[in-house]
């Protein structure tokens, strides 16, 4: 007959199974519904390789407050909104945006954190700017969108 202490540790064991089953079983339930968007933003790898490769890529700006206006390739976007759509990609190091200007109109199309950096709040538009702020260890990291003559112009700054 075991000992009361082999089948006190048993039962310990099996409840610490069965916890750990449960969380990991909630998780994967609550996570699904944290991950999963219907109003974008959230974008696949797959989807977000074809946005970057239908968009001119910008080098990211310098110093910790800077402006950035790219030259980006005024191609209609498909099944943007009209043929004067133009897309550009815009990097700071809290993460990366896509906007796209219709007119005066700036929508933002996707937006990632990078690294060590989260989504605080975006704005994405469409309006007369959009924008991202990341936040991470290093800091915050605004990223502002405007259309200057039917082009996307960005800056970002960041807080320490």
Avoid at 10 to 36: F, N, P, R
Avoid at 54 to 70: E, L, W
């Amino acid at each position: 007959m075991p000992s009361r202490t082999v089948l006190a540790v048993a039962g310990w064991a099996a409840a610490a199974v069965a916890a750990t089953l449960t969380g990991l079983a909630a998780v994967q339930v609550i996570g699904d519904g944290i991950t999963s968007s219907t109003e974008g933003g959230v974008l696949t790898p797959e989807q977000v390789e074809r946005q970057l490769a239908s968009a001119t890529a910008s080098p990211s700006a310098g110093p910790s407050t800077a402006s950035h206006t790219p030259t980006p390739t005024s191609s209609p976007s498909a099944g943007g909104p009209s043929a004067t759509t133009v897309k550009e990609v815009f990097s700071s190091p809290g993460g990366t945006v896509i906007a796209e200007c219709d007119g005066a109109v700036v929508r933002l199309v996707s937006w990632a954190p990078a690294q060590g950096f989260g989504v605080e709040r975006a704005d994405a538009g469409p309006d007369e700017h959009a924008e991202v702020r990341f936040e991470g260890t290093a800091g915050k990291v605004e990223l502002r969108v405007r259309c200057v003559s039917g082009r996307p112009s960005g800056s970002w700054k960041q807080d320490d």
